[in-house]
C-alpha cells in the first residue's frame, strides 16, 4: 500500500494492517518520521512538501520490489505527506512485516533511505522570515549508496 | 498534450524561479533530454540556472532519466532540483 | 520504559508515548515480534515464556544503556510478554526515538537482537502432542556477534 | 535467605526436569558457581546434566557470570538454559 496524501496518517491503523496482511509471519518493523523543531535554519515554524504525482507513486512502488527481492517482505505499507505540515506533525510512514525479523528491519531501512534520495519530493522550511527550498544533503546520498 | 509535441515540467524550486510549471516544446528527431535543457537555458534570466552549477535532475515519462535519453513525441519530460523527501 | 507482563500491550499507546517523550525529534522506530503460526515443529499451537524476575529488566536497561552510548537514544520503550500466548500473538515490542533515522533503526535492531540472546527469557512450545522447550538458536547468537 | 547460605534458583527446562526451583546452600570460603554446579551435579539421576554436555547459564546476584565467579554468603546464583526470548 503506498499512499501520497495531504491528511495526516494513523500508525495504529497501519500497524494493524500490516499485522493483519503478513497474518502468520513473525516480525513487524516501523519507521516514522516526523518534522524536527529545528530545522536547517533558526525559526522555521513549518515545512511545505510538493511532489511530482504519478512518478512518485511509481518510484515508492519500485522501491519496495527491489526491496522484495532481497529480503522477505510479506507486506509494506509507506505513507507520505505533502502539503503544509508544522513543527512534530508525522510526515513519512514506511513499515515491512516479514518472517524474519534482520529481514523486516533491512527492507524497512533500505525502503526509508532510498525514499530519501530516489523518490520526488521537496522540502521548503517555512520560517517568520520567509521560506527556503532545503538542499539535499550528501548523507542522505551516503546512505542509499551504501545499500548498492 | 498533442501527438506531435514534448510535455515539459518543472518543480519545486525551479517551478517558482522559471515561473512555470509546464510547457510544451515541439518533438524533433535527435532530441535529447540534455540538448533541451541547453535550449532552455539560451532564455536567458532564470532559465541560464539550468546550464549552470546547480545539479538539475531529469525524469522521463516519469521515471528517472539521463542527459542522453531521447525524447519522443508523446513524451513528458521533467526538470528538478534534488530530491529533498522522508 | 521497560516492562515485562502477562497483558498484551497495544503498539498505538507505545508509539504515541515515544512521540511525546522525544518532543522535537524526528525519527521513530519500532519492532514488534509476534508468534508465528509455524514453530520449529508441527502442530504448534501456543507458547509459554518464562523469565527471571528482576534480573530481567536489569538486563534490558543495560542492554537501552549500551544502545544509548553509541548512538542517539531519546527514549527507548521494551515489552516482552510471558506466560500462555496463541498463535499470532504479539510478544515483544521495541521502540525507539532519536533525532536521526540512521540510529533509531540501529539501536532498535541491536536492543533487539541482544534482548534474544542475553535477557533471561525461555520459550516453549505448545503442541496437541506435548510441549518442549525450545532451543537457541545459533543464527541470534551471530546476530549479536555482529554488534560487538 | 540467611545471611550465612546461598540461595541457588533454576529456571526452564532445568527448574522442570530438576523439580526444583530454588533451593539453599552453605556458604563457604573459595566456592565459586562451577565448583556448586560440579557438586550438584554429584547428586545423579536428572542432576547429571548439569556436568553434561547441554551448555548451562550462570548468573549471580541477576548479572550473567562464569564458572570462575566466586559465590558468597547472601549471594542468589541462577542456573539455567541459554535463553530463547523475543
Known amino acids: 500500500m503506498i499512499s501520497v496524501q495531504f491528511e495526516d496518517f494513523d500508525v495504529a491503523s497501519e500497524y494493524t494492517a500490516l499485522r493483519d496482511s503478513g497474518a502468520g509471519t513473525g516480525a513487524i518493523a516501523t519507521f516514522t518520521g516526523l518534522v524536527r523543531d529545528s530545522g536547517d535554519m533558526e525559526g522555521v515554524t513549518g515545512l511545505y512538501l510538493e511532489h511530482y504525482p504519478g512518478m512518485t507513486e511509481q518510484v515508492i512502488a519500485g522501491l519496495i520490489e527491489d526491496a522484495s527481492k532481497r529480503w522477505d517482505v510479506r507486506a509494506a505499507r509507506v505513507i507520505h505527506r505533502v502539503g503544509r505540515l508544522a513543527l512534530c506533525d508525522q510526515i513519512v510512514f514506511v513499515g515491512v512485516c516479514s518472517a524474519h525479523r ?31 527550498w532545503v538542499e539535499q544533503k550528501s548523507s542522505d546520498l551516503d546512505k542509499t549508496r551504501t545499500w548498492e | 498534450m498533442h501527438a506531435d509535441t514534448i510535455t515539459v ?18 518533438a524533433r528527431s535527435g532530441l535529447t533530454a540534455g540538448a533541451l535543457l541547453e535550449e532552455l537555458a539560451q532564455r536567458g534570466g532564470p532559465w541560464a540556472q539550468l546550464d549552470g552549477d546547480q545539479p538539475v535532475m531529469v525524469a522521463v515519462n516519469q521515471a528517472m532519466a539521463r542527459p542522453a535519453t531521447a525524447l519522443n513525441a508523446g513524451d513528458e519530460v521533467a526538470f528538478f532540483p534534488p530530491v529533498t523527501g522522508g
Do not use: N, Q
Not at chain 1, 110 to 124: E, G, N, R
Not at chain 2, 17 to 22: P, R, V
Open chain 1, 102 to 132: 534482520g529481514d523486516a528491519f533491512a527492507a524497512c531501512e533500505f525502503i526509508m533511505d532510498a525514499l530519501k534520495t530516489s523518490a520526488p519530493f521537496w522540502k521548503k522550511e517555512l520560517t517568520d522570515d520567509g521560506e527556503h
Open chain 2, 9 to 26: 515540467r518543472f518543480f519545486a524550486r525551479l517551478r517558482e524561479e522559471l515561473d512555470t510549471e509546464t510547457l510544451e516544446v515541439s
